[in-house]
């Protein structure tokens, strides 16, 4: 049974709160684990212009983690090359220095890309080789995300876990989202027969409670957790398959919907913890 220290909170769960009170947020529900975000922020960077020592004494005070930091980077794309080394390189120094577990990266979603499949493979073996190396001089790890968009240049999990194993990138694990597993309709059977759970390093978990196909689904559906019969996605459904898979890390709440921007600091605290239970009562 799940327990509250396995959560983990994405900033998205309330974007519209400044990053001190997304931390106090945090605390109140009892979750010691947050997501950070390079696209959201209240400021000029993600961390809303707080010093390395401002951020590292709200992590105090509130007792909580950076588990993750999503980055902007196009995992697989490999133009301007010196500006996005230089990229990665800084934010693994700033995830160094705020005690940050992963970066993730998320692939190119472009609809005209020409690429065969064979050139999309190797551009993430290559730049995942070379991020894997620029993180672990740091002692900071990598996190690979798979979008289930059709317009997605790695969509399946199972690819993405041969991409990590030709790239002999150690230090790289999966996220396993259930929005994106529902859009790529990857199925239990295919996580069981085809996905090694060790490789897995965080649990992306919404729910979607309109009618909308794999096709027609986007981020701007993805709310908090409802019941199964409310969610077209079945997340809660979804989030048992990890935990039968003998998978022991966290589960994070990325909802993207852009109205939860708006919603109030007691709103976005009651939907978190609603949440939590739902999950935890499976």
Not at 147 to 169: H, I, M, N, T
Request: glycine share 4%; with cysteine.
């Amino acid at each position: 049974m799940l327990e509250l220290n396995d959560f983990c909170i994405n900033r998205c769960c309330a974007g519209g709160l400044s990053l001190p009170d997304f931390m106090k947020l945090a605390n109140d529900v009892g979750v010691h684990n947050i997501e950070l975000r390079t696209d959201i922020h209240h400021g000029s960077n993600f961390l809303d212009d707080l010093s390395i020592a401002e951020f590292n004494n709200l992590q105090r005070n509130y007792d909580v983690h950076v588990a993750n930091i999503s980055a902007e980077f196009n995992l697989d794309d490999r133009s301007d090359w010196n500006t996005k080394l230089k990229g990665v390189t800084e934010l693994a120094e700033i995830a160094q220095k705020i005690g940050a577990d992963h970066i993730l990266f998320t692939p190119i979603r472009n609809a005209d890309d020409i690429r065969t499949d064979e050139q999309k493979f190797d551009d993430l073996v290559h730049n995942i080789r070379i991020y894997s190396d620029i993180l672990g001089t740091v002692g900071v790890n990598g996190l690979v995300e798979p979008l289930g968009f059709g317009d997605s240049s790695l969509r399946f999990p199972w690819v993405a876990q041969k991409v990590l194993q030709e790239a002999d990138a150690k230090n790289f694990k999966l996220i396993a989202d259930t929005f994106h597993y529902y859009k790529a309709e990857v199925t239990k059977k295919d996580f069981d027969e085809k996905v090694d759970v060790n490789r897995v390093g965080l649990i992306h978990l919404s729910s979607i409670t309109s009618e909308k196909s794999p096709e027609e689904a986007d981020d701007a559906d993805r709310y908090f957790i409802s019941a199964n019969e409310e969610d077209v996605m079945k997340s809660i459904d979804q989030a048992n398959w990890f935990k039968e898979s003998n998978y022991f890390g966290l589960y994070s709440f990325e909802p993207c919907a852009p109205e939860i921007n708006n919603w109030s600091y007691d709103k976005c605290k009651q939907e978190i913890a609603n949440s939590i239970d739902k999950i935890i009562a499976g």
